[in-house]
């Protein structure tokens, strides 16, 4: 059976979906209404509603949501029921600051390597190994690597995405200021300076 075509608008909301469904079970909620559910996300019930029946439902009527089995669904559905693999390509100050963000382990993420051209002056956990970047083809031949992070200046940015993409890996996450597309490939693209210019356009127009 095919798969049912889910828009991306209902997907960039999952990961906030999830994030509340743990705050509530954190804080002891047993049950949630799409109506609390709507307020505290800032949309509307049959918005909720109509995001949950892509997935199925999650809740009987005049019930509300089980909030725990929430946070397994979400978690489910993005894949975080699993564990992930991952290098770091560029050991700059982004590269070097994900490495040493201590947070990623307990979501199931796990930083194996960085890789720069210039390995001297790359700081990170000592159980993160450092290599040339000309080491990483043959080190994710004998490692499972599922999921790089690119961290490089703009102008090697492509260059070095198509590097990864001949190693093997099939997703990329995107931190270099350059927006990357390879067939075959899933990238996700992370652009810092727009989230501050939205940040900006809304003080500019703040009531």
Request: proline share 2%; hydrophobic share 40%; charged share 20%.
């Amino acid at each position: 059976m095919e798969k049912q075509k889910i828009s991306s608008a209902v997907i960039n909301r999952l990961p906030a979906y999830l994030r509340l469904f743990t705050e509530l079970e954190e804080r002891g909620v047993a049950h949630v209404s799409s109506n609390e559910i709507s307020d505290l996300m800032g949309t509307t019930a049959s918005q909720v509603r109509q995001d949950f029946s892509n997935f199925g439902g999650f809740g009987r009527q005049g019930y509300g949501y089980d909030v725990k089995f929430l946070c397994q669904q979400m978690q489910q559905i993005l894949g975080l029921d699993k564990t992930y693999n991952m290098i770091i390509v560029g050991g700059g100050k982004i590269g070097q600051a994900l490495a040493n963000y201590q947070g990623y382990d307990a979501l199931g993420f796990f930083i194996k390597a960085v890789f720069d051209k210039e390995v001297w002056h790359v700081r990170v956990p000592s159980h993160i190994d450092v290599f040339p970047t000309e080491d990483m083809k043959d080190f994710v031949a004998k490692n499972k690597i599922d999921i790089a992070v690119l961290c490089t200046p703009k102008d090697v940015a492509l260059e070095t995405a198509k590097q990864i993409a001949d190693a093997g890996i099939k997703a990329i996450w995107n931190f270099a200021s350059q927006e990357i597309k390879i067939d075959g490939v899933l990238v996700e693209n992370v652009h810092l300076n727009e989230s501050l210019f939205l940040l900006t356009y809304k003080m500019q127009n703040q009531d």
